[in-house]
C-alpha cells in the first residue's frame, strides 16, 4: 500500500531501548515485563490549514473610516486515533510516499468535521489570546498524512484482556504541552 508520510527517523534498535525503561516512571510501571512485541504502525493524521479573517471592532472602525479587514493562515495537525488537535508552529513539513503492508496502516477513527471542529476551537482560543476582536475561521486546505510509531506491547497479546503499551514517535517530531 502506497501512502504520504512523514519519514522515519527512529530504528528499530532505539525504539527497544527506550521501551526497555528510559525513565523512572516507565521503569516503575513496567519493570518486571518485557515488551514482547514492537510493532511499527501507521496512524493517519490530517493537516489542516485555516484562512483567518480579522475584522477590526466598531471603534476602529469609527477612528480609522478606511480599516479593512486582514487575513492570514494558520496550520493545525489533528490526530485520526485520538481527535487530538495541535498547533504547527510553521517550520517545514518533510512528507514522503511510502510503500507499506496494509496491516500496518490504522485509518482515522474520527471524520473531517469532528477534527475541523477540534482545529477551529483551538485556532480561536490561540488567536483570542494574541489577536482580540472579531475573527472568522475558513477551512482552506486539508490534507490526510501518516505518522509513524513504534508501539511496545508489555505483556502476552490475547484478545479481550488489557495489555500494557507504549507508543513511541519515529519521525522524531514532538507534541508539546504548554500550561
Request: overall charge positive.
Amino acid at each position: 500500500m502506497n501512502i504520504k508520510s512523514f519519514p522515519i527517523k527512529m530504528d528499530e534498535g532505539t525504539a527497544r531501548e527506550m521501551s526497555e525503561g528510559g525513565n523512572f516512571i516507565t521503569k516503575l510501571l513496567f519493570r518486571k515485563k518485557t515488551p514482547v512485541e514492537l510493532r511499527r504502525v501507521f496512524i493517519e493524521n490530517r493537516i489542516m490549514t485555516f484562512t483567518i479573517t480579522y475584522h477590526p471592532s466598531i471603534i476602529a472602525r469609527i477612528f480609522r473610516k478606511n480599516q479593512t479587514p486582514k487575513t492570514s493562515k494558520i496550520v493545525m495537525i489533528g490526530n485520526g486515533s485520538t481527535c487530538g488537535v495541535s498547533y504547527y508552529d510553521g517550520r517545514e513539513l518533510e512528507i514522503i510516499d511510502m510503500e507499506v503492508d496494509p496491516e500496518e496502516v490504522q485509518a482515522s477513527d474520527f471524520s473531517d468535521e469532528a477534527l475541523i471542529t477540534r482545529g477551529n476551537a483551538l485556532a480561536r482560543r490561540i488567536l483570542r489570546r494574541r489577536v482580540g476582536g472579531n475573527i472568522s475561521l475558513d477551512v482552506a486546505e486539508i490534507k490526510s498524512v501518516y505518522r509513524p510509531y513504534y508501539v511496545a506491547f508489555y505483556g502476552t497479546l490475547v484478545e479481550g484482556t488489557k495489555v500494557r503499551y507504549m507508543p513511541i514517535p519515529a519521525d522524531g517530531n514532538v507534541v508539546k504541552r504548554t500550561f
